[in-house]
């Protein structure tokens, strides 16, 4: 393939489009279709354009490296609707999924080790065990501990019930239930018993419970619309083919059988490299062949594929790199401070041990009668030494004592506080009123207790666009028609009442989203083609209704009269082109694989 020739002839597409109507032969043929005319309109003549199939086009790059030979090691071998067969050599990841981040038997040393990650901790923890020893016991030993027994507690408690709704909502995902093909006949199966090799069929709106290739789907060229919002966060449709050669099989009445030679499970989610053995025929398998977990089937009936990642070799969960230990600014701020204080809390039990070694030396020869010192035990008949270990061990162990006497610098309590707070904190978040979606019926979730400080804290946002940061919504403002610039100036906003309809069989259909017009567009537009500036008009909107990859979804309304078109597409800024086609009077009104309806000021073509 020639990778240059299509980008030259895409620069030839505006001309064409802009004479399309000049140079268009029109065949006008009777049919009804919800009570009014549809005119067929033929676009010939117009030289050879390059045809975009969806996202195909934009993955050609990637598409082309399937062509490429997949060694036999870095392989993997799926038996079409042959689980055994699959899994007999090697035996490949169940669909069940697990993202919590502890079991019963890993939690107690793992959580410890990690709430140890703080500092203060590992500090608290010496000062206790140097409270055990009877020469350096300054408090009680249990009193000792107490303190931060009760705040490793209250942290464990708290990570142990947000691993629990990890642990649940797993519990959900892995019980979910997908049509899987068992003896010719499509049951009911839970995803987490679902094998690499099975045939599964998904039905409109559903969730892709593990990495498959399409074989078949509800539309006539095998084409699926999927939304990707869950793996990228894109909210726009994205297109996904099934190849010919499947096309036409119906596992329910006809064994389907074959061989997928696919590359190995890897991270990247927009590349896959495969191909195909059905039929005595080989085909490739690119990106635009595979429907990844975690996406939704969209404005599509149903699709059948065969599973060849699943579970934890998914895509969507090998870039899934499990809970993290997510630690606030504050809370680093503090390790910093404590080993300042630390370190200052040396020095001073330093000086205090160079002192009493000093003491001792001045009054060594007065150490057995000095009064609150005294050295030798007379309350027996035998003179012995009380709780005295030589100069070395007082030094050290007036040390030590310093450091459970001074401790008080770094005071446990503003940690049971900090604990306490965030909990709180959670709670408000949680119940706050103003956060409620009533659309979604969704309140502010509090995923990590650990970093709710840190939504005061921050100062830049980075971003690779806008629509992270807004609704990614656009909207036509102004448009320049054949050198004239149409900037709506006196655009008004049209009223839902006052905007462009069409009416069909008793209903009323109107573009979902209102758009502001031009009045003078509007007057062009309404005197059609009768003079030479409404005739370049017309093709401008005829081309913004046309050349796309819109699907228009019809959405019901309380009205039963009055029906809303949702256009849905790959790109936010096609959606605002056709929105503004439609509030002009060229509304598209039904897309399928081999014609569109767009009704043209009441007058409906094909």
């Known amino acids: 393939m020639d990778s240059k020739a299509p980008v030259e002839n895409l620069y030839s597409?505006?001309?064409?489009?802009?004479?399309?109507?000049?140079?268009?032969?029109?065949?006008?043929?009777?049919?009804?279709?919800?009570?009014?005319?549809?005119?067929?309109?033929?676009?010939?003549?117009?030289?050879?354009?390059?045809v975009r199939y969806g996202s195909q086009g934009a993955?050609?790059?990637?598409?082309?490296?399937?062509?490429?030979?997949?060694?036999?090691?870095?392989?993997?071998?799926?038996?079409?609707?042959?689980?055994?067969?699959?899994?007999?050599?090697?035996?490949?990841?169940?669909?069940?999924?697990?993202?919590?981040?502890?079991?019963?038997?890993?939690?107690?040393?793992?959580?410890?080790?990690?709430q140890f990650h703080r500092v203060a901790y590992i500090y608290f923890l010496v000062i206790a065990v140097l409270n055990q020893l009877p020469q350096l016991a300054v408090f009680g030993r249990t009193a000792s501990i107490l303190p931060l027994a009760f705040v490793l507690l209250v942290t464990a408690v708290k990570d142990a019930y947000e691993d629990?709704?990890?642990?649940?909502?797993?519990?959900?995902?892995?019980?979910?239930?997908?049509?899987?093909?068992?003896?010719?006949?499509?049951?009911?199966?839970?995803?987490?018993?679902?094998?690499?090799?099975?045939?599964?069929?998904?039905?409109?709106?559903?969730?892709?419970?593990?990495?498959?290739?399409?074989?078949?789907?509800s539309?006539?060229?095998?084409?699926?619309?999927?939304?990707?919002?869950?793996?990228?966060?894109?909210?726009?449709?994205?297109?996904?083919?099934?190849?010919?050669?499947?096309?036409?099989?119906?596992?329910?009445?006809?064994?389907?059988?074959?061989?997928?030679?696919?590359?190995?499970?890897?991270?990247?989610?927009?590349?896959?490299?495969a191909n195909m053995e059905v039929d005595g025929k080989r085909v490739s398998l690119g990106p635009s062949n595979i429907i990844l977990r975690g996406c939704e089937l969209k404005n599509t009936t149903w699709a059948v594929g065969v599973v060849v990642y699943a579970g934890s070799e998914t895509k969507a969960m090998l870039n899934n790199s499990g809970a993290?230990?997510?630690?606030?600014?504050?809370?680093?701020?503090?390790?910093?401070?404590?080993?300042?204080?630390?370190?200052?809390?040396?020095?001073?039990?330093?000086?205090?041990?160079?002192?009493?070694?000093?003491?001792?030396?001045?009054?060594?020869?007065?150490?057995?009668?000095?009064?609150?010192?005294?050295?030798?035990?007379?309350?027996?008949?035998?003179?012995?030494?009380?709780?005295?270990?030589?100069?070395?061990?007082?030094?050290?162990?007036?040390?030590?004592?310093?450091v459970i006497v001074f401790q008080i610098m770094i005071p446990i309590s503003l940690y049971i506080s900090m604990e306490l707070v965030r909990v709180g904190q959670a709670y408000f978040m949680i119940r706050d009123a103003e956060m409620y979606d009533e659309s979604s019926n969704t309140r502010f979730q509090c995923r990590a207790l650990n970093i709710n400080e840190d939504l005061g804290q921050i100062k830049y946002v980075f971003s690779d666009k806008t629509g992270t940061l807004t609704e990614n919504k656009m909207e036509f403002q102004c448009a320049s028609i054949w050198g004239v610039d149409y900037n709506g100036g006196k655009a008004t906003s049209q009223d839902q009442k006052d905007g462009y309809f069409v009416?069909?069989?008793?209903?009323?259909?109107?573009?979902?989203?209102?758009?502001?017009?031009?009045?003078?567009?509007?007057?062009?537009?309404?005197?059609?083609?009768?003079?030479?500036?409404?005739?370049?008009?017309?093709?401008?909107?005829?081309?913004?209704?046309?050349?796309?990859?819109?699907?228009?979804?019809?959405?019901?309304?309380?009205?039963?009269?009055?029906?809303?078109?949702?256009?849905?597409?790959?790109s936010p800024d096609e959606q605002a082109l056709v929105y503004a086609a439609a509030a002009y009077g060229f509304m598209l009104i039904e897309r399928t694989s081999?014609?569109?309806?767009?009704d043209i000021q009441g007058e409906r073509k094909r």
């Open 59 to 114: 993955e050609s790059d990637t598409y082309s490296m399937s062509q490429k030979e997949i060694n036999d090691e870095d392989a993997r071998l799926v038996h079409i609707n042959d689980p055994v067969n699959t899994n007999e050599r090697f035996k490949f990841a169940g669909n069940s999924i697990r993202t919590a981040k502890y079991s019963i038997l890993t939690f107690l040393p793992r959580n410890l080790f990690e």
């Open 594 to 598: 081999g014609h569109i309806v767009i």
């Open 13 to 50: 597409i505006e001309p064409a489009l802009s004479s399309s109507s000049r140079r268009s032969n029109f065949s006008a043929r009777s049919k009804s279709l919800g009570g009014s005319s549809i005119r067929e309109v033929n676009f010939s003549d117009v030289g050879p354009q390059p």
């Open 324 to 402: 993290p230990s997510k630690r606030s600014r504050l809370e680093t701020h503090m390790n910093l401070e404590i080993i300042f204080l630390s370190l200052f809390l040396v020095a001073l039990c330093t000086v205090v041990s160079v002192c009493a070694a000093v003491w001792l030396i001045r009054h060594r020869d007065e150490l057995d009668y000095l009064p609150f010192y005294r050295r030798k035990d007379f309350s027996e008949d035998e003179e012995k030494n009380y709780n005295y270990h030589g100069w070395g061990l007082e030094i050290i162990f007036t040390f030590l004592m310093s």
């Open 503 to 570: 009416q069909a069989d008793g209903q009323v259909l109107r573009p979902k989203m209102v758009v502001k017009t031009d009045p003078e567009l509007l007057q062009f537009v309404r005197n059609g083609k009768e003079t030479k500036e409404g005739s370049y008009v017309h093709d401008f909107f005829l081309a913004l209704a046309a050349c796309n990859t819109i699907v228009p979804i019809i959405v019901d309304t309380p009205d039963p009269t009055l029906k809303l078109i949702d256009y849905q597409g790959e």
């Open 219 to 273: 539309e006539p060229t095998g084409v699926a619309y999927v939304q990707t919002i869950n793996l990228d966060g894109e909210s726009n449709l994205k297109t996904r083919y099934a190849k010919q050669e499947t096309l036409q099989k119906i596992p329910e009445k006809e064994n389907v059988s074959g061989l997928i030679k696919c590359e190995k499970p890897n991270r990247n989610i927009y590349g896959f490299q």
């Open 164 to 217: 629990y709704r990890r642990h649940r909502a797993d519990r959900i995902e892995n019980n979910r239930l997908a049509l899987v093909l068992v003896n010719n006949e499509f049951q009911q199966k839970k995803w987490k018993n679902i094998q690499v090799g099975e045939i599964i069929k998904i039905q409109a709106n559903e969730t892709i419970p593990c990495d498959m290739v399409i074989l078949s789907t």
